[in-house]
């Protein structure tokens, strides 16, 4: 594999960043500096360094984050604006990925882990692993609106955007928490599909993913995963754990 690709395998750091350190020099493939991000290497059998020290096979970690609103799921920023990393600092994590994304406005249940692999099957479309958001919006929805919700839309350019299932939680008189599921997490699915609908998202928290949920972990706080929640994932993505 590539040697960018083998640093994020070792859960050294994403494959971005592992192709920057290599571009700079600051990588050695057997004792000699790589600047080819693409240069093959055999996991497991080259001896790789980063900034001098050497790179064995990193701890997988499996972490859950309660999400801030405000927060970038970004290593870096380019506009300078926080991002979710921010909530490790201080932390002795190796580098971790998120396991798909939830933008800036939105708040909740966001995975990380250096496991690709398990990351990738949860990601894949095929998998179908459930997601659960709270969804407060800006009206009192009528059966007519939660039936227009639970058809879907289809947006100009024939991107079907569809709800696994909705339901309203509680009301008030002016607005109302819907709950939502959805199958796969398309960029900012469900904001362009409320919107579509004429519908004002005043806060949307992911509450659920698969048969992990949320529960009480406070805003901005994270925990490790138990390898019991992460077989469940597994399972749910339709595979084993990876070892």
Known sequence: MSLARALSKLGVCSR???????????????????RAPARRVRLGA???????????????????LNKPRG????????QGRDTVYSCFAGSTLPWITPVGRLDRASEGLLLFSNDTRWAARLLDPAARVPRTYHVRIDRTPEPALLAAIGAGIVTASGERLAVRQVRCLRQGSRNAWLEIGLEEG?????????????LEVLRLVRVAFGPLALGTLAKGSFRSLTAAEVAALASAAGGSQSS
Request: net charge positive; charged share 25%.
């Open 186 to 198: 398309r960029n900012r699915h469900i904001r362009r599909l409320l919107t579509t609908l004429d």
């Open 71 to 78: 927060l970038v799921t970004s290593a870096a920023d380019e």
């Open 46 to 64: 080259a001896r790789l360094r980063v900034n001098g020290l050497e790179i064995g096979a990193c701890e997988r970690v499996y972490v859950l």
């Open 16 to 34: 971005s960043v592992a192709a920057q350190l290599i571009a700079a020099g600051r990588v050695q493939v057997d004792g000699r500096i790589v």
